[in-house]
Nanobody
Framework: QVQLVESGGGLVQAGGSLRLSCTAS????????MSWYRQPPGNPRELVAT???????NYEDSVKGRFTISRDHAKNTINLQMNSLKPDDTAVYYC?????????????????WGLGIQVTVSS
């Protein structure tokens, strides 16, 4: 089983910055893609940014140029640097990872979510 723990959320004024972190732990053999999702109040969960095992990144259009996702493979950690925050960025942010657990001889696929962390941007 793989656990994801998010940190770094909080309250910030519009135009400010926050940095979220997410660390995966457990019987991890390989992590393929790590992502950040968010769920604004009263809305469905949406993809914010992803980073693959090869370092390729993708962003939702509304955060391009403001958010940066980065990954530390050795620490099984991703970060989300969020700049120029807007009230519309207010949401619970979730970390997601998929890959394989186990060993070279025996692997199983996994897909895990963190519990989520609140980000609130005041106007």
């Amino acid at each position: 089983q793989v656990q994801l723990v998010e940190s770094g959320g909080g309250l910030v004024q519009a135009g400010g910055s926050l940095r979220l972190s997410c660390t995966a732990s457990g019987n991890i053999f390989k992590i393929d893609v790590m992502s950040w999702y968010r769920q604004p109040p009263g809305n469905p969960r949406e993809l914010v940014a992803t980073v693959g095992n090869d370092g390729n990144t993708n962003y939702e259009d509304s955060v391009k140029g403001r958010f940066t996702i980065s990954r530390d493979h050795a620490k099984n950690t991703i970060n989300l640097q969020m700049n120029s925050l807007k009230p519309d960025d207010t949401a619970v942010y979730y970390c997601h990872a998929d890959g394989t657990t186990g060993s070279v001889m025996r692997q199983r696929n996994f897909a895990s979510w963190g519990l989520g962390i609140q980000v609130t941007v005041s106007s």
